[in-house]
């Protein structure tokens, strides 16, 4: 049974079902408590899954593969290049040292100078899915540790390329059967070295004019099918072509992934693409770390405790050492150091395709391979425990954490205010808003509307407004005003009651179809809601009235007045039943009780002198409008 799909990923589901909630319970992260579970499901302890569990590994790996291609939408390609001097700088100067520390360290140690240089190109990579996973639960993305951290990353997704591509020239024998771990032949393998070359800017110039003039047009013309699991597939076809493009040509899929993000950093699907793919993505993380933890061989660990002992800590050490020494060099505040020093000093998850691929080469024999294997996901549990440590013994003895000055990128998420809806009614809101200096995160579902109101200037993005996770990536959770303008009262009932139920404390104001959709909505609690149609015809009343001769201001005052009474009466009428006869009656009281007070108001109105909004010919034919009594009053006073 343990060879089954379907058991080990029954397995795989349950542990982590059960093992992050005790880990959150504990106040541990998620990425530990899934280290466990697979740990714990792994083949060296209860046994569930066995050791061609590297299968699932090489699967889950894709979620990297999507956490980089969500980091891209996330960034604008004009503040990606702003960062090229963090990228090359601190990303640089990290694997440069961590590598010539390594290299030394292990020549020490008296292994050969090809397998000491093979270990120290993997020492020097660290863990993406980890580290960006951890900022992200502990809210880090806008400190200085974030911008760091994600900047020698990046650089390492980069430079890990050219390690792979220097591989075969330390071979000293022939090149193994592809091995499953990024070490098989591409497309262009045949080709002459020269051809190869040209095949990666190639790939990159077209990933980017693919991005502008064939992905975007293909999203929109499937938005218009209005079908969401078609928008579903698209981003997962986007994703999966791109990291198959950058893999056949020897670049690195998540850095394909990144890059085609970055692309689309600035596309009306922005938003839509990030929540649709954000379930997918945390899925193979979870994934991609329980299998992390079932992969930890306990044999190695048995037969040679010292050895792996004293690499972890001197892994770790080593590393924690030289990200030290980049923070100082970069300036770095001293709560910021010690995050980056904790945060990448485990080893990354490209070190399991370069020590493999390096294996397929002959470069290293199975038991270096095997122990550094062990010595990668060690160092990978290990982090999360020194982070919560840091956490909560080091960082409060040494200050608080320092917000980056310059902020990654300028996103919707900035915005205290999101409109859903963009149609007639929505775009006199935005846009009466705007022209008062007020910015908003607009969403609408229609991508024909969308295309055009971005060419007209407006940041508006395509998606359904009733999805949380669409919601959650424009910025629900710092957003101080929610306004409704869609048109279809089930989905605004159902967004009202997502938003009440998940961010109380965002404020509400909601057009209401009709009538009774405004009943519904008084009965949920909504507080401001404004029917579609009321001011428009109330308004269109008032102008009937100045054109019978009514004064113009009097005409207005009426009809405002109206509004108020007829707004009070239907929170009084919300509470009854449509059409029944209690309802039918109160209905009567109140049109009566409506007509009354109105009739006084203009009775009044017509002996005040309220005529200033007038012209003298509307004056004229007002004063003659007048009864004769009310006439002689005027000319008395």
Known sequence: MTGSILFEAIVFLAGAVVAVPIAKRFGLSAVLGYLIAGILIGPYVLGFVGEEGDDILHFAEFGVVMMLFLIGLEIEPKNFWRMRKAIIGMGGAQVALTMAAAYGGFMLLGYEWRVALTIAMAIALSSTAITLQSIKENGLWNTTYGASSFAILLFQDIIVIFMIGALPLLSTGPVAVD???????????????WVQTIAIPVSVAIVVVAGRYLIVPMLRRVATARVRELLTASALLIVLSISFLMEQVGLSPALGAFLGGVVLANSEFKHELESTLE?????????????????????VIQDNPLMISGLLLGTVFLKAVVLYVVGLLFNMKTDQRILLTVGLAQIGEFAFVLLSFAFGLHIIDKEVMDMMLVVTALTMTVTPILSIVTDRLILPRVGTLQEEKHAVDHIAKTHKVILAGFGHFGSSVGRFLRASGIEATILDNDSN????????????YYGDATRLALLESAGIADAKLFISALDEPDAVSELVELLQHKYPQVKLMVRAKDRYHAYDLINMGVEHIYRESLDTSVRMAADALHELGHRKYTAYRQAQKFIKSDDEAIRRLAKEKRNSEEYIFLAREEISLQEKILEEDIKRGLIEDDHHWDSEQMKILAKESLPKDSRQSQSSS
């Open 179 to 193: 091995d499953g771990h990024g070490g098989g032949e591409g497309l262009l393998s045949g080709f002459p070295t």
């Open 279 to 299: 379930p997918f993505k945390d899925l193979l993380l979870g994934l991609f770390f329980m299998a992390v933890g079932a992969s930890i061989n306990f044999i």
């Open 449 to 460: 509307r969308v295309d055009l109101l971005r060419k007209m200037g407006f940041e508006v």
